[in-house]
């Protein structure tokens, strides 16, 4: 039987195709972005000066002193004979969340019982039942209750998801760790770094002896600068992945290709030496030489890779992808925003100026791509001035916006991209207090001493993305 349909409809179905196509088109996408992005070649080489590129902006004297620095943070954890934190230190977390449990992966309240029943397996009373040094085995995640299970502060886009205030940070494979407790059910172990603490699943750290803490302390390290480098021991088995900005004893050099020293666990839960093969091209000898063209590289690696608030899904925040991007270099930063601002180099205070002469101070005062830009709860690194405005380079989840009748939302960006100092200033209407990135920023952090300041790139005409 022929079903016949009415002109109108045809013309509606014809319509709704459209304007599905529509939707679907890159130009229906390009419109959900914040005009910087859209504006701005997403690309650091694009923002090289050019006869400069292969100079260090900082002496190798004063970045020698700031690697071997380095070297004593990163290591200090094995150094120490008892945990750093409390029992109370590790009770506040399940204190604070037994009063507000949030809601859990299913949207739904959790109980308050659901944290005690995490407190009653963490064993807490026996605290510290250990005290040894460990090492990560694999890309592990830092949890500040022992449980992969996530809470959220609410439903919306600014306590909902990505936002699982149990997650602290990651540890990259391979990194020391101080081993203090293992919870009553074996599954989780409390451990502390060079400058966080909380529980990781046991499965992913190894006891280290003395011998082997001795030999990965060599001095020389191949840094991987590439992100998610696949590695394999002698005999070709794959052993995990390797992110930019972890690090390995350098063995030996042969030609294209390095010999690295990487640790696995034995049955037993104790660390084993393995030697690996690194491509040179994927790594470089910490620490990096500190040229325009070397931190170009090295940051573009990191462009537009997602956002991960705490290292969730092996993605990184915005202090997270500054750790890294700087490990290379042999400079250390701490793991969160405002740690990273006024724990390291010289802080600018910049809160008690206006918008415009914020940005003039920056522009007169920082060093490209040694100079971090802080505001509450971000962090930014500035990337030097383009059409004579400041540009940095962020991981972010998204930015405020207010329509003209004052409600107000906000539109996801969702990875690491750059910007100028007022990414999407254009969704708020009126320019609303608190709606201007510029207005909220607090200082500037200077990294480097007497960092001589290179020459900025000429304009280009050359904005859009291809």
Not at 399 to 411: A, E, K, L, M, P
Request: hydrophobic letters at 35%; one cysteine or more.
């Amino acid at each position: 039987m022929r079903i016949k349909r009415s002109p109108m409809k045809i013309h509606i179905c014809i319509f709704l195709g459209m304007l599905g196509i529509l939707l679907l088109s890159p130009l229906a996408r390009a419109q959900d972005e914040i005009r910087d992005i859209s504006r701005l070649k997403q690309d650091h080489f694009f923002y090289l000066p050019g006869k400069s590129d292969d100079s260090a902006i900082v002496d190798r004297e004063i970045q020698q002193t700031l690697n071997e620095s380095y070297s004593r943070r990163y290591f200090s954890i094995w150094q120490q004979e008892k945990p750093r934190c409390t029992r109370d230190d590790i009770l506040w977390d399940f204190n604070k969340y037994g009063e507000n449990p949030g809601y859990g992966e299913n949207h739904r309240r959790r109980e308050p019982a659901w944290v005690e029943g995490l407190r009653h397996s963490a064993g807490l009373d026996q605290y510290p039942n250990r005290g040894i040094r460990g090492i990560t085995v694999a890309n592990t995640d830092l949890r500040a209750l022992p449980t992969s299970g996530p809470l959220f502060d609410g439903l919306d886009n600014d306590s909902g998801y990505p936002f699982d205030r149990l997650q602290i940070s990651t540890i990259t494979v391979n990194s020391p760790v101080y081993i203090s407790h293992v919870s009553e059910d074996k599954a989780w172990v409390h451990v502390e770094t060079g400058t966080y603490f909380g529980w990781v699943s046991a499965r992913d750290v190894a006891l280290v002896d003395d011998d082997l803490a001795n030999s990965w302390q060599s001095g020389r390290y191949a840094v991987v600068i590439r992100d998610r480098i696949p590695i394999y021991d002698e005999k070709g088995r794959f052993c995990f992945k390797a992110p930019l900005g972890a690090q390995f004893p350098l063995l030996r050099e042969e030609g294209d290709v390095w010999e690295i020293r990487i640790v696995v666990s034995d049955q037993d839960g104790r660390a084993i030496s393995k030697v690996a093969r690194l491509a040179r091209e994927h790594a470089a000898l910490r620490p990096l030489k500190m040229t325009r063209a070397n931190l170009a590289r090295v940051a573009n690696e990191l462009i537009n890779q997602p956002y991960g608030w705490g290292g969730l899904y092996g993605n990184r925040d915005c202090s997270s992808m500054l750790m890294d991007f700087f490990a290379p270099f042999g400079i250390w930063l701490p793991r969160n925003s405002k740690q990273q601002a006024h724990e390291t180099g010289r802080f600018i205070e910049l809160g008690h100026l206006p918008p415009e002469e914020k940005e003039a101070a920056i522009l007169s005062s920082g060093i490209p791509y040694a100079t971090l830009i802080w505001r509450k709860g971000h962090i930014m690194l500035y990337m030097g001035s383009f059409e004579g405005k400041a540009l940095i380079f962020h991981s972010m989840w998204g930015v405020t916006t207010q329509d003209v009748r004052g409600r107000r939302g906000r539109r996801i960006v969702g990875r690491s991209v750059i910007t100028t100092l007022r990414p999407g200033i254009e969704c708020c209407s009126g320019l609303a207090p608190g709606c201007d990135p510029l207005q909220s920023i607090l200082g500037m952090t200077l990294l480097l001493p007497d960092a001589p300041k290179p020459p900025e790139p000429e304009p280009s005409p050359q904005l859009t993305n291809p």
